[in-house]
């Protein structure tokens, strides 16, 4: 038979092992959300930088397409679009003046556009934060739109330089009306996670 000192100690016993459970998940919890919150605060640092580089491709791009909108019909006599291909990642749009002396009358880099953090850190967003994985998802499906319209630029300049205007005056009708809709997609993105709607353009 049990004595009495055993007995009056299994409480105590089972107070003591219930407790240090208790901390253990408690110091864990702690740990687990300190890790969680370190991890968003890196993922919107980086993305940060990368809505500030492409941002400034995007308006590179509406640069291009608004020239090209306004000289399309030769205001100032026939012009000539194209764009140069350089070693690096950035190409160059020329607009040349077709006048009896031809000379460069604008000239723009056009960068490429950056994904690779939003690839990156999607899977683990999509685990830490529901609210933030469905804006990062949306600014990345406004990234391929603003894709979509850099690629076509290629084509269709490459198009007219072949003798095929058509293409070219069509895609910049459509191409024109795109930007309001893709600038609030950056700016509401860019207020999410940095706190501001003002992004500053940031070329590498």
Known sequence: MESLETIAWLPVTVIAATSLFVLREIFEFFKKRGERRRKLIAAKSLLKIEIERNYYTKNRILEIVKDINENFDGLEGPCEFSLVSRPSDTSYYERKDLGADIHLQAGMPLPRLFVEEFERWLPAIAELDKKLFESTMAMYEAISELEHLRSGLFDYISDFEEGDHHMLRGFVDYAVNQFA??????????????DTEEIPSRMR
């Open 181 to 194: 809709d893709i600038d609030k997609s950056f700016k509401d993105y860019y207020t999410e996670i940095a």
